[in-house]
């Protein structure tokens, strides 16, 4: 079944602040196999003008897709997560994500359509800093695949 037009626009309240920390930031780096200084050595980022290490720019899809699943598990929606695969991702950055940060993230649907009965979510993750700051957005999409038929 196609998903409710009328749910575009539908905000989600902000997430709970997850403070990104230093060890995160040079985990993450080395999980993806970026070797940047700015990841890893406070002085590296402190001579590109960062006040502590900086994280990879992929690093937020963790939070903000944790963000994206209150959108998922809304009920009302009727989202059958159990179908869904990820189709695409994007981000704008305002500035790097730093150590020490901490971030929220609200999550909005931007756009539903169906195509050969694959149900397609847009999600834009705002994450702001604690000061209210837009840090970045972020875009996600989400593919639920049409039924199989018997």
Known sequence: MALDQSFVGRSYPPTAPYEVGREKIREFAAAVGDTNPAYTD???AGA?????VIAPPTFVFSITFAAAGQVVQDPQLG???SRVVHGDQ???YRRPVRAGDLLTVSSTIEGIKS???????DIRGDVHDAD???VVTSWTKLVSRAA???
């Open 79 to 81: 989202l059958d997560y």
């Open 42 to 44: 406070r002085e590296a």
């Open 48 to 52: 590109l003008g960062h006040p502590d």
């Open 148 to 150: 199989e038929e018997a």
């Open 132 to 134: 209210g700051e837009l």
């Open 90 to 92: 994007k981000f704008a």
């Open 115 to 121: 195509m050969a009965g694959n149900d397609i979510l």
